[in-house]
């Protein structure tokens, strides 16, 4: 059976708010390597108005890293890609160095929080056409998205691909980002589970409570999908489905006319 790969995480060290040194860096590493994680995908923030030098720092910190983490003879595979911040132009951005991640076709995104950016189907709509897979991060954490179903389903009909954190399944960022975050697995709607680690203690990079949670309520095989063999077929630059027919079988369901959706109903407890 083959290990963890986190996907998502701030492990770079000293290029955003993730890991504040080297040292961190290999420590946070280690911890993951004690929690079964054989691979990681470091994804530092690449923020709206960070330039192609910013890409080329990541290319460079990136360097040391695995310098230290093969000095230190750990045995993990690390790859680079970025966490981008939704702005103008993605799929020019995309084409930069550092950015998709393992330098597969795929794209990890961040919405701001806030309102939606406008443009955001047409900018997902581009990266397609530009040959490339956006994922988004975290949507569970992004309120007004949870309370757009409409929106959430229009998104995974472009088959856009969904990475939830795992601190959002275990209740780290409160019980209404658990709640989406549960939803979004029980409904199938997400491709990824990674830590989106930052440091040693608010934001780990521990994946098992997460796992843990994802084995008890929907069983070990989708547990296996969502945290290794996904994550996997990603850093080889395969292809991986997004199940969006079922978003499309729930669009053809009327909803309740009084209640409203699945999540907007759910969520609506919270607001
Ligand atoms: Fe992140």
Known sequence: MAGMVDIHNHVLPQVDDGADSLETSLEMLRRGLQEGIE?????????????????????????????????????????????????????????????????????????????LPSGLEQGMFELRTAGFRPILGHPERHRQLTQDERQLERLREQELLFQ???????????????????????????E???????????????????????????????????FADNPWRLVRGESIACREGQARRARRRPPPRRQGGWLSRLLGAWN
């Open 164 to 190: 939830l954190d795992a601190g959002s399944l275990t209740g780290r960022f409160g019980q209404r980002t658990q709640e989406a975050a549960r939803l979004l697995a029980q409904r199938g709607w997400a």
């Open 39 to 115: 691979a990681a995908v470091l994804t530092p923030h690449f923020k709206p108005e960070d330039d192609r030098e910013k890409a080329e720092l990541h290319q460079q910190r990136f360097a040391q890293l695995q310098e230290a983490v093969a000095g230190a003879g750990m045995p993990i595979q690390l790859f680079l890609g970025a966490e981008v911040g939704f702005r103008f132009g993605l799929a020019e951005v995309a084409r930069w160095p550092a950015i998709p991640l393992a330098g597969s076709p795929y794209v990890l995104v961040d919405l701001p929080f806030g309102p």
């Open 192 to 226: 990824f589970v990674a830590s989106d680690g930052h440091n040693l203690e608010k934001r780990p990079f521990t994946l098992q409570a997460a796992r843990q949670w994802v084995e008890e309520g929907l069983g070990a095989e989708e547990a296996q999908l969502l």
